[in-house]
Nanobody, 127 residues
Framework: QVQLVESGGGLVQPGGSLRLSCAASGRTFSNYAMGWFRQAPGKEREFVTAISWTGTSTYYADSVKGRFTISRDNARNTVDLQMNSLKPEDTAVYYC????????????????????WGQGTQVTVSS
């Protein structure tokens, strides 16, 4: 059974930092791109970032570029999201996702390209 379990969400003040982690199990995730999406109340789910199966390529939404960093550890089957300089508009439920295509060459931002989703973790940026 494939599982993605996020952790690390919480409440942080504007300008602060949080680190999200995603633990994957149930298949060889080292062969699949991984990523993060988020959904704020009343808004559509949106792409945040993705990392290739090798970890050598990354892709960020313009809204988080320069502030967020995605990384992965294939030996531990984990994906992390370091979030710095957080803004109130970053408030959302953050979802860890795994690609449906093995060893994809070009990272995808479309949610339909990701087959597995975690349960989500809440991030709230507020003073």
């Amino acid at each position: 059974q494939v599982q993605l379990v996020e952790s690390g969400g919480g409440l942080v003040q504007p300008g602060g930092s949080l680190r999200l982690s995603c633990a994957a199990s149930g298949r060889t995730f080292s062969n699949y791109a991984m990523g993060w999406f988020r959904q704020a109340p009343g808004k559509e789910r949106e792409f945040v970032t993705a990392i290739s199966w090798t970890g050598t390529s990354t892709y960020y939404a313009d809204s988080v570029k320069g502030r967020f960093t995605i990384s992965r550890d294939n030996a531990r089957n984990t994906v992390d999201l370091q979030m710095n300089s957080l803004k109130p508009e970053d408030t959302a439920v953050y979802y860890c996702v795994a690609d449906r295509i093995r060893r994809r060459a070009v990272l995808a931002a479309n949610q339909w390209e990701y087959e597995f989703w975690g349960q989500g973790t809440q991030v709230t940026v507020s003073s």
